[in-house]
């Protein structure tokens, strides 16, 4: 069996980093993955979220408001992989929606779930419960791993990320 890293990153204006090329997210995942030898599936929108940081969180309280099924891009099947890290933001206490899309698509029966997140102040909101909670059929691995956007650009949380995947 495989392991595979699944992650949603948005990169552009971010809060408490600036004006990014590459996500918060995506930096612990492409570690994840050096790391781990895993396989990659980006969680790409079908219409990106807007650029500009207040824009986006508007476009992203409605859709957290309306509980929206936001469409992805590609996809992949899950059936060769038992271990899957799962990567994404915390928005507002929460996954961004379209996260919530994935994985309400695939069945994650007997899948070992590793979750990890970045923030700016909120750790997990909670998020790996409510994981367990809305997925009771897959098995979820560890604590997870929260971080800091501006952290996760560092060596040092680079380096605090690596000593969490040690523990697992």
């Known amino acids: 069996m495989k392991t595979l890293v699944v992650y949603y990153s948005r990169p552009d204006e ?3 980093v600036g ?15 050096k790391q781990t ?11 990106p979220y807007p650029k500009e940081y207040m824009d986006c969180v508007n476009q992203a309280t409605e859709e957290l408001k309306n509980q929206a099924c936001p469409a992805y891009s590609g996809d992949i099947d899950l059936k060769d992989y038992d271990t899957i890290y799962l990567g994404y933001p915390i928005w507002w206490g929460d ?6 899309t994935f994985l309400e698509k695939h069945d994650l ?10 923030h700016e102040g909120s750790g997990n909101s909670g998020t790996y419960a409510k994981l367990r909670e809305k997925f009771p ?14 952290e996760a650009r560092t060596p040092d949380g680079i380096a ?4 969490w995947l040690k523990t697992l």
């Not at 030898?37 to 219409?47: S, V, Y």
């Not at 059929?137 to 501006?150: N, P």
């Open 109 to 118: 029966t007997g899948k070992i779930i590793i979750p990890f997140n970045t």
């Open 37 to 47: 030898g895993a396989d990659e599936f980006k969680i790409e929108p079908t219409q």
């Open 137 to 150: 059929t897959a098995t979820f691995k560890g604590d997870g791993f929260a971080m800091t956007g501006h």
């Open 160 to 163: 605090k990320l690596n000593t």
């Open 95 to 100: 996954l961004p929606m379209v996260c919530y």
């Open 19 to 33: 004006e990014i090329e590459i996500g918060n997210t995506e930096l612990l995942a492409k570690e994840i993955i």
């Open 14 to 16: 971010n809060y408490g």
